[in-house]
């Protein structure tokens, strides 16, 4: 347990040595692809118009201070060493720092805020009591609402600067390895040459993704490592053949001697340097497949110790031939010796093609976590392996992200405008890191707010300076990522405020469960053989789309299941804890509420294991539920506008075997041992829940066994259920129309009307994500008004 986050990262404390230097091992070709191929660029960047060079350098020796510093304080210091420790019980990235703010604060606008889908054990914490400053920081957070979306904001614009270096990271990393035949051909055939093979790597890079990164996996470890072998011997030999005396660059003196010959022009070149930590992000992001330990022992160990003498031996190369370039012509492979550039030159190719798959794998992942938490339009996620958790591949994002690509290589054709954008995407991604960061040390660490402070103007200030050297150079590049963010920050805060007014319209619109227990032959509504899977968003009530439905066509199952499948702000949900299950109406009604709990990291079923799934957990539940004592709880799942506590039975989680199955009494007055509860419930404040983890197995099929002796209305019930899912299962959703409501703001009816309505006709429909075959899809027409 961390000391100070309380978070289950110790784990990695009782590996062995030997897994942990294979996790290390593993890690370089995932992890570092990006950050180490940054070589390629940062000095042809930095070289490219803002500083020119004199006879004493002190330019090159400035460049090279900067470097050093910038990969010490960021990655280094802050990344290695504080912000791993900021981990959402293993995971990593923007939205597992936003996950653990939420759950130590009810600042979220999503609603997977209520008990009853909340309730996940597994994740303990076990924090310092909060200080009296740090209580006011929360309690400041709390109680303005403008907060709770501004924070949601800066949440997504870090995210969408993360789809953004996944457009050009791929293009700026192929083009500069492709760039090394510049020395081998003249300037003219040079320029006609890069482009198409740069595009031409980029259409193979994307067109293999659906095949997914686990069949040629084993490949990449293999080719950073052996690049980053190659740049150190590189640097090696430079520093010794050219100027062993370079090393004296690493003081900080440079640095200012720098900015004070070049002053506008050396602030200006920042934008390139800052392209050294290009790719630092993923340490975090990743952190989900590997362990905080393997991480920080190959970064310190490896890569930091290659980066600093590929970066020191080609300022001792320049220092010693700089006069003999210009600006255009100084890049990495002018250091390289000529007997060995052509080998150099395939091992950079192949390493910025890993690289490159890193950052489009992490965009494909952090695409499915927005999409999981609602913000983000349903998209087609493939699961490439059966085996690695986590390995997915989105199509239209792929092909978007491939034409995207194309598009900068063209029309850049340069590395000073890839940089310039590369550099802006990267420096607000970690501006939104540092900010995230200073919210977990105060809340969820119980740090004085002055150490968050103390961490936020520190690296806060390091960061704005490389941010807004990036920013002056909007007109050079600087402006795509830009757009990309505003673009997509439109779509995701239109979709997510949509998503939200739908659920609140069900929610008042729900009905009483009195209604549904009136339906009957008296009124003309007929059972019929199956199992209706009605889907809804709704923790409790009767949704208002399977009113539509009775109404339209006045029959409904003779097994009735309402199911909620919900995200939960938690990477992964165990099996154990997945399903919760309670009755709606009395036995003899055989209707039902399933609520299915997936973490934002968490792999959907398949429509086939789901639906075999929910009906073994179900059965398990009428056993549990008929031998138990007393044979009824005291929370009401109807929801029923009347107030009155239907005997029922209690939701109960079907889990997996446990020895002494614990009991959950959750009451929102006492303090809660789970990191997910403790919340306020949308429909009610004092809901009490009786939940109890079930000793079940596994099957595919559920089948009576006729050794048991069972309960003759427990056997009845089961025997309805088998009966039931032999004569087939339908899945009934709701497909919406969403219009603002009369009086709305200008605003608000292009975002609805026009905006929402226009992304959902065009993204996947609910049948999508949720797998759901055609042949038993029921839909269910509904307007929403909101």
Known sequence: MDPESGNCWSSSKKESWKTVLLLAYQSLGVVYGDLSISPLYVYKSTFAEDITHSETNEEIFGVLSFVFWTLTLVPLFKYVFIVLRADDNGE?????????????????????????????????????????????V??????????????????????????????????????????????????????????????????????LQHYGTHRVGFFFAPVVLAWLLCISTL??????????????????YYMYKFLK?????????????????????????????????????????????????????????????????????????????????????????????????????????????????????????????????????????NWMLMILCLAVAVGFRDTKHMGNASGLAVMTVMLVTTCLTSLVIILCWHK???????????????????FSASLIKFREGAWLPILLALFLMTVMFVWHYATIKKYEFDLHNKVSLDWLL????????????????????????????????????????????????????????????????????????????????????????????FESELVARLADFIRFDGSRCGGSGKYSVDGSQSGESVDEGALTVIGTAFLDPPAYDIDENAQPASVSIGFQTVESIGDMIEMEPVSTQRRVRFMLDENVEV?????????ELWEAQNAGTAFILGHSHVKAKQGSSILKRLAINFGYNFLRRNCRGPEVALKVPPVSLLEVGMVYVV
């Open 711 to 719: 309960d003759s209305r427990i056997r009845e019930e089961l025997e």
């Open 448 to 466: 004085p707010p002055l150490v968050a402070l103390a961490f936020l103007l520190f690296f806060g200030s390091v960061e704005v300076l490389y």
């Open 92 to 136: 990593g990235g923007t939205f597992a720092l936003y996950s653990l703010i939420c759950r130590h604060a009810k600042v979220s606008l999503l609603p997977n805020r209520q008990v009853a889908d909340e309730e996940v054990s597994t994740y303990k914490l076990e924090s310092p009591p909060e200080m009296k400053n740090s209580s006011r």
């Open 518 to 609: 009136a339906l009957g032959p008296s009124l003309g509504i007929a059972r019929v053989p199956g199992i209706g899977l009605v889907y809804t968003d709704l923790i409790s009530g009767i949704p208002a789309n399977f009113s539509r439905f009775v109404t339209n066509l006045p029959a409904f199952h003779r097994v009735l299941i309402f199911v909620c499948v919900k995200s939960v702000p938690v990477p992964y949900v165990p099996p154990a804890e997945r399903y919760l299950v309670g009755r709606v109406g009395p036995p003899n009604h055989h209707s039902y509420r399933c609520i299915v709990r997936y973490g934002y990291r968490d792999v959907h079923q398949d429509v086939d294991s």
């Open 235 to 252: 640097g090696l030999y430079n520093i010794f053949q050219w100027n062993p005396l370079v090393y004296q660059a690493l003081s900080p």
């Open 138 to 207: 929360k309690n400041l957070l709390e109680k303005h609402k403008n907060l709770h979306t501004a924070l949601l904001l800066i949440v997504l614009l870090g995210t969408c600067m993360v789809i953004g270096d996944g457009v050009l990271t791929p293009a700026i990393s192929v083009f500069s390895a492709v760039s090394g035949l510049e020395l081998s051909m003249s300037k003219e055939h040079h320029q006609y040459a890069v482009v198409p093979i740069t595009c031409f790597i980029l259409v193979c890079l994307f067109a």
């Open 261 to 397: 010959k070049t002053r506008k022009g050396g602030w200006m070149s920042l934008g390139g340097i800052l392209l050294c930590i290009t790719g630092s992000e993923a340490m975090f992001a990743d952190l989900g497949h590997f362990s905080y330990r393997a991480i920080q022992i190959a970064f310190t160990f490896l890569v930091y110790p290659a980066l600093i003498l590929a970066y020191m031996g080609q300022a001792a190369y320049l220092s010693k031939h700089h006069h003999y370039y210009t600006s255009y012509q100084i890049g990495f492979y002018v250091s390289v010796p000529e007997s060995v550039r052509w080998p150099v030159l395939v091992i950079a190719i192949l390493a910025s093609v890993v690289g490159s798959q890193a950052i489009i794998s992490g965009t494909f992942s952090i695409i499915n976590q927005s999409q999981s938490l609602g913000c983000f339009p349903r998209v087609k996620v493939v699961h490439t392996s059966d085996k690695i958790h986590g390995q997915i591949y989105i199509p239209e994002i």
